[in-house]
Each structure stands twice: as C-alpha cells, then as structure tokens.
C-alpha cells in the first residue's frame, strides 16, 4: 500500500557524521509514528506524533536524536552525531496500519 | 507500560499444514491486536487485525483469536503455502496509542 513514502531507502555515513530521514504518509494522518527496527527484531517506538505535537518521546535518545513535524505532514528524523550503534532501519508509520519502506542506515 | 511476548521465534511448517503463533500481553487496557507480515528487507504490512470487542477474526486462510481474560491472542494460517515464508510480528495497542510489538516469528513453509 502506497501509503507512506520514505526517503532515502538506503544511507551509508561516517560514524560522527549527522544523518536525516524524511517521511510523508501520502494523503495525512494526524497520528505519525518513527520506528527503530534491528535486524531479527520487532519495530521499536523512537517518537511518536499527533499533529505537530511529539505525545510520546520517551524512547527517543534525546542527546544526539532529534525530530519535527512543523505542519503537522510530513515528518523528518535526525541523527547527529551518527553512532555505529544506530545502523538499522528506520522506519515511518501512519497510525497502525501503514509503514513506509524504510530507510536502512548503515554507518560505517 | 505494555509487555508483549510472542512465540514460537522460529516456525518450520510443511506446505498444506497449519501454522499457529502465539502472543502474550500485560495492559488489560489494550484493546487493539493487530499482525504485520514482513517479508526479508520489505515493510512490515498489516495482514489481520482484531479489536477487544470480538473473539475471533477470518479473512481466507488466515484467523486471529483474542482471549481478554487470559490476555493473549494468536494467528492461524491453514494450508500454509511458500508465499507465507516470512516473519509475522504481533502488537498490542489502545486505540490512538502506542503500538507494542512481538519479538517476532520466523516462518518457514517447506515445499
């Protein structure tokens, strides 16, 4: 279902180096969710959004991870600076049903 | 918060036979289960879902039960086929919430 885009779906960097994820569920939805997902495991909850409010950020390493929503549309998810733990896929949702393709970051 | 265990992590079927999966929950005030297939390097994607309000669910091949008492609740798959190769991930939420997920089951139909 074409029903949250990502970009971009693969991302090498240099460990340090700060890295960005954009995600747009096609068609809105005021419930946007950012996921961690390691490779065997299930989605992990980094942030979670209604509208342009962050309602639950708890999960979200807040001294190197950052994210918004301005208008409450399109979201983009920040690393900086990046670790060789964060290698994994980063993926976006729209309330429960629809994922995006993700965005596989490898830092190297 | 919500605890959600699920079992088995690896599953190995013979093609035509059924294929049970199992999850746990801790938050009595979860009232939304929903199953993702996710097939190797793909998007996690809905496949059957089922509210607090009803027992069972079936769409075709594929049946999720809920017991509220016990709190747990599982898919079926009958008459596996290849195609069904994935891992399943299990969920817990309440509604508008946070979404809670299984460790995931690696499922394998063997032709």
Redesign the interface.
């Known amino acids: 279902?074409a029903g949250v885009v990502q970009s971009p779906r693969y991302k090498i960097i240099e460990k340090k180096q700060p890295v960005a994820f954009w995600c747009n569920p096609i068609s809105g939805h005021n419930?946007l969710?950012w996921y961690l997902q390691n490779l065997?495991?299930?989605?992990?909850?980094l942030i979670?959004y209604e509208n342009e409010e962050a309602v639950?950020d708890s999960q979200l390493p807040k001294d190197r991870f950052s994210a918004e929503r301005l208008k409450g549309v399109d979201s983009t998810l920040k690393i900086q600076p990046a670790e060789l733990g964060d290698s994994a896929v980063y993926?976006c949702a729209k309330?429960?049903?629809?994922?995006?393709?993700?965005t596989r970051l490898t830092v190297v | 918060g919500e605890n959600v265990e699920q079992h088995p992590s690896t599953l190995s079927v013979q093609e035509g036979d059924s294929a049970v999966i199992k999850c746990t929950y801790s938050d009595s005030a979860s009232n939304y289960f929903p199953w993702y297939k996710q097939e190797l390097g793909k998007r996690p994607q809905l496949i059957i879902d089922i509210r607090s309000n009803v027992g069972e669910k079936k769409d075709q091949r594929i049946a999720v039960t809920l017991n509220k008492t016990a709190k747990h609740f599982s898919l079926h798959i009958t008459e596996t086929q290849p195609e069904d190769s994935a891992v399943y991930f299990c969920a817990a939420s309440i509604m508008n919430g946070q979404f809670y997920f299984g460790t995931g089951t690696s499922l394998t139909v063997i032709p």
């Open positions: 279902e419930t969710y065997g495991q299930g989605p992990e909850l979670r639950d993926l309330y429960g049903y629809t994922f995006g393709s993700g």
